[in-house]
């Protein structure tokens, strides 16, 4: 394969990554104007909220079947189109069967686009032989962050859902479809046999660890997307614009360690990078428990962000190069804890706080968070280390 093409491969999948983080955003920013337009009860809202990351992992296990008899790039160039449509059919429907068959398609869509994004992702790094995957994920935290502006702006001019959607959609559906010329995946040469025999050889055992930690990873970015805005007004005493600050903060940093961490995994090592996020990361949850005053959470949550932001994709590589002959349908598989973690986080502090303190419902995602340290050997194999002097032979440096 071309160092040419696995450039353009690698720029297609970074848009892929953009586009689905600029999507997810505009949905879940829009949240309380999706409850409005559809007289959603508060009662029945996490219902809904439930379903998408539900539906969402079951999309991610039909991915591993479906991987058995098309490429994986095959499964992202059209459920990402399909992604996009749900998203405008939330902000176009009028009833409320109308919105939970669009979210119902957008959650079974998006577990199957998360899942073919980080095969091929994984699939791209090994054709490197160096790391790259914090990159695409950096994008995808971009595009959250572009997501979120322009969901802010529809919330201040109080544009409609589907005046707010369209011009997005209207964007981004036709340049991902057309990107999506150029996946490579860096398998190609040799794929991968999507068969029983290759499932077969995914061992759950040596496999959980990696799923408890996507699961710990999830459960402290759900905390934050979720309740940061809450404890700084509630807990904190800051003002109401002051509170909606943290989140921005979080994405902002996150897309920063992103955008650097490649370059510490090759210096330094996976295992070393996971760590010192790891120990970043319950510091930040630590100082946002402990902190006197707004700006001390603040600090705290920037913290969070460095830390969180390079779990998740070493957590998809570490899985990629435990079962390199089964990577695809491995993380297929890990996936569904990215939403179990989602699932699980935001009740959970949701109940401590109410029954205890949210100061102390802080502490319980630091521990977990904190248990990443117990497993960080997993993520250690010999060909983690890609770059300064740990390559595999004969690797293409490309980009």
Request: charged residues 10%; proline residues 4%.
């Amino acid at each position: 394969m071309t160092d040419a093409r696995l450039r353009h491969g690698r720029a297609s999948l970074a848009l892929s990554f953009f586009v689905q983080g600029a999507t997810f955003a505009l949905l879940v920013t829009r949240i309380p104007a999706i409850q409005d337009r559809y007289g959603i009860s508060d009662g029945l809202l996490p219902v809904f909220l439930a379903a998408v990351p539900i539906l969402a992992g079951v999309g991610s296990v039909l991915t591993e079947k479906v991987v058995a008899r098309v490429r994986p790039r095959v499964v992202l160039r059209w459920t990402q189109p399909v992604v996009l449509l749900a998203l405008l059919g939330v902000g176009a429907g009028s009833e409320l069967w109308q919105a939970a068959l669009a979210l119902g398609v957008f959650g079974l869509a998006v577990g199957a686009l998360d899942a073919s994004m980080n095969m091929m992702g994984v699939s791209l790094q090994r054709a490197y032989g160096r790391s790259i995957m914090l990159g695409f994920h950096a994008a995808y935290s971009l595009g959250g962050i572009a997501g979120a502006s322009m969901a802010w702006a529809g919330a201040h001019w109080d544009l409609s859902l589907l005046v707010s959607y369209l011009p997005a959609v209207v964007v981004l559906l036709p340049a991902a479809f057309i990107g999506s010329r150029w996946y490579v995946e860096g398998g190609e040469e040799t794929p991968e046999k999507g068969t029983a025999g290759a499932a077969g050889a995914v061992s759950f055992r040596l496999l959980l660890p990696l799923c408890l930690v996507m699961a710990f990873a999830y459960i402290g970015d759900s905390t934050v997307s979720n309740w940061s805005a809450k404890y700084l007004q509630d807990v904190l005493g800051s003002s109401e614009q002051l509170s909606t600050v943290p989140y921005n903060v979080y994405m902002v940093t996150t897309l920063l360690g992103r955008a650097v961490g490649d370059l510490g995994v090759r210096r330094f090592g996976a295992v070393a990078v996971v760590r010192g996020g790891t120990v970043l990361a319950a510091g930040g949850f630590g100082v946002v428990a402990l902190a006197g005053g707004a700006w001390t959470g603040m600090l705290g949550f920037t913290l969070l962000g460095l830390g969180l932001c390079v779990i998740v994709p070493q957590t998809f590589a570490a899985a990629g190069r435990m079962f390199p002959g089964a990577s695809d349908t491995a993380i297929a598989r890990l996936n569904i804890f990215n939403y179990v973690g989602f699932l699980v986080g935001s009740p959970l502090v949701g109940a401590l706080g109410d029954a205890w303190s949210y100061r102390g419902a802080m502490l319980v995602p630091m521990v977990l968070v904190l248990a990443t340290l117990l497993y960080a050997k997993s993520f250690g194999a010999e060909p983690a280390r890609y770059g300064g002097g740990h390559e595999r032979p004969r690797t293409a440096d490309v980009g």
